[in-house]
């Protein structure tokens, strides 16, 4: 395991905080795995669990469905937290597991685990995480059969337990940025050599999978397609077709890069390395905006203000003339076993959307975020660049090593 025993129970001890704080006795927790990694954060951060399986399962009556491949936290205050499974003991590795308490519940399990809940006495106010991960068949046969509890959707209440992270947790993020740069540099120089987006594709996947790692996609795009959609479109985000001399591409690789922690760092670059002077006035202007930022992450800065200086140098660059097809108002997020909602806005742009919580709090070392920014001119392309980074004491430490620009 690459955390202690004592690690995780520093986190229970945050987050039993971060409970009371909130008025909070009790909390569930869900998550989904099992051949998907986007819901996967809060239960692995919790106790190290995932499950096994090769999707979401078909569904099934509700009455007599068996969902193993989601799993459940319960933490009660004062009380170790209990790991929920649809599984048998015989079926998961327990030497992995860190939690005060496992219960196995035989299917129906939502059934079974909706008596538990009755029978131990768990009633009232129930705040819960990740009320969009379990399916609307199996959460409303939980609420019909819980009256005696009002559940309560707390989808922040594991944002500032989370967001600090520890020394470990920080190696876990420098593990996965020397991944992840192995990765992205791969497939940036295979889309400059005019290799198929497949081909760039696999020779990123083969580099972090070597060193342990793992994603959820990687995303290529390149040529006119590109310039109206920023990320691919194609089922895997990359398909057969290669880049023509001279065209733009970007490179973007995101997901669980290392024990479980997210990362998405970006790159744009043009096909042969012989930029047009519009195509290098492109891709080195939306790089002064990621550069510009960068200079502002130091503790005691906002995500207010590194935004207002993001919109400020985007200005500069004429961001307003030929916007990007970028929908998010953002110029960055916080990382973590999850992407939280925490967000730097395009300047004063308001947060409140998509349940973005206020950008007004100072940044600590220990923060790891995402610093990122797209450019749009017509007639040459859109660039997208983005630097995953750590707060420090004296400024943001670079994790994926990449560079940015290959000229």
Known sequence: ?????????????????????????????????????????????????????????????????????????????????????????????????????????????????????????????????????????????????????????????????????????????RVGGELVTAGLTAAMEAMIAGERESEAAARAAAAIIRGGGGFHRIDINHGAFSEKYFLSRDLYGHNTGAPLAGEIFTVWIYGPIFEGYMMDPGRTGVCMNRPSHAQKSLLEDCVQIVNGMLESVVPGATAREIGRKGEALSRGVGYFDFPPPITFPLLGHHLGATIPPLIIPFGDVASGELGWKSPEDPLQPGMVLGIEAFLARDGVGVAAFENNIIVTDTGPELLEKTPMLFW
Not at 1 to 27: C, L, S
Not at 28 to 36: D, E, F, I, K, Y
């Open 1 to 173: 395991m690459f955390f202690t025993k004592m690690e995780y129970y520093d986190r229970w001890r945050r987050v039993q905080a971060a409970m009371a704080h909130a008025g909070y006795e009790n909390m569930l927790v869900w998550q989904r795995s099992a051949g998907t990694l986007d819901k996967l954060g809060d239960v692995l951060w919790l106790t190290n669990f995932h499950t096994y399986g090769t999707g979401q399962e078909a569904p099934t009556l509700p009455e007599f469905g068996a969902p193993y491949t989601f799993s459940a936290v319960l933490i009660r205050q004062g009380q170790e937290p209990e790991l929920h499974i649809g599984l048998a003991e015989e079926d998961i590795d327990v030497s992995r597991l860190v939690c005060g308490k496992r219960v196995h519940h035989p299917a129906p399990m939502i059934l079974n685990f909706a008596n538990y809940l009755r029978t131990t006495g768990v009633e009232g106010r129930v705040a819960i995480v990740g009320d969009d991960v379990l399916p609307g068949m199996y959460d409303r046969v939980l609420r019909t059969h819980t009256p005696q509890i009002e559940w309560v959707s707390e989808e922040h209440l594991l944002v500032g337990p989370q967001l600090i992270k520890s020394p470990r947790e920080l190696e876990a993020y």
